[in-house]
């Protein structure tokens, strides 16, 4: 069973584009959403995170926005440049106290210069 | 600081062999994850250790597949066995007791079965 789902696959901007990724889930017992990022041949990185208490949260050029009542959360990514071509996952997980972590499948992205 | 270490970073078997991949958690992290990741796939999650201590193997394969995070020393995921699906690239993430779900993730080890 997909519990998070993630889209799109892939997605092509131009430099100074804003990039949307789109996450939704089914459990609601998840309470944390974190985005990673990923470079060929390297482990993720987490990029940023969110908790269900607050409906957007900002750092740099990466913003998430939450939506509780619909299960979903999405990753901008402002003024984006072609060093913020990865892969982009979101996760999920029950509690901070409890670290497995759901990962969604992914969205290639590519950002022309 | 460290971060999250793994080796090998590549490793090769041929079929029936066994494959083993180790991980040291960050300085001071004391719980660590294994998630697998297939060629073009999100990170499947494995399994979840504390120190002696295995909290959820639930990912886990029931044949052939172990863990462990001993008291001293690194994590070790144990293959027994490999059969060609089990070629993957293999990442360790640790985070520290305050904050279970805070995970840093280590480079991965791709392992390729012949």
């Known amino acids: 069973q997909q519990q998070v789902k993630q889209s799109p696959q892939s997605l092509i901007v131009q430099k100074g584009g804003i990039p949307i990724i789109n996450c939704a889930y089914e459990?609601?017992?998840?309470?944390?959403f974190p985005w990673y990022q990923q470079f060929p041949g390297k482990g993720p990185a987490l990029l940023i995170a969110?908790?269900?208490?607050?409906s957007e949260k900002k750092e740099g050029r990466f913003t998430i926005s939450f939506n509780k009542s619909a299960k979903q959360f999405s990753l901008h990514i402002m003024d984006s440049q072609p060093g913020d071509s990865a892969t982009y996952f979101c996760?999920?997980?029950?509690?901070?106290?409890?670290?497995?972590?759901?990962f969604g499948q992914g969205t290639i992205l590519t950002v022309h210069p | 600081n460290a971060g999250v270490m793994q080796n090998p970073r590549h490793l090769v078997r041929r079929r029936g062999q066994e494959a083993r991949l180790r991980c040291s958690p960050m300085?001071?992290?004391?719980?660590v994850y294994w998630y697998r990741q297939l060629p073009e796939e999100g990170l499947k999650f494995m399994v979840y250790?504390?120190?002696?201590?295995?909290?959820?193997e639930s990912g886990m394969p029931k044949e052939r597949f172990s863990a462990e995070f001993p008291k001293e020393g690194p994590s070790i995921l144990r293959i027994q066995q490999v059969v060609r699906g089990d070629s993957a690239a293999y990442f360790c993430?640790?985070?520290?007791?305050?904050?279970?779900?805070?995970?840093?993730f280590g480079p991965g080890t791709r392992l390729t079965v012949l």
């Open positions: 993430a640790s985070s520290p007791q305050s904050a279970a779900h805070t995970q840093y």
């Open positions: 459990n609601t017992a998840f309470d944390y």
């Open positions: 969110i908790r269900p208490d607050v």
């Open positions: 996760a999920a997980s029950k509690g901070t106290s409890y670290g497995k972590l759901t």
């Open positions: 300085k001071g992290h004391s719980h």
């Open positions: 250790l504390q120190k002696e201590n295995i909290i959820d």
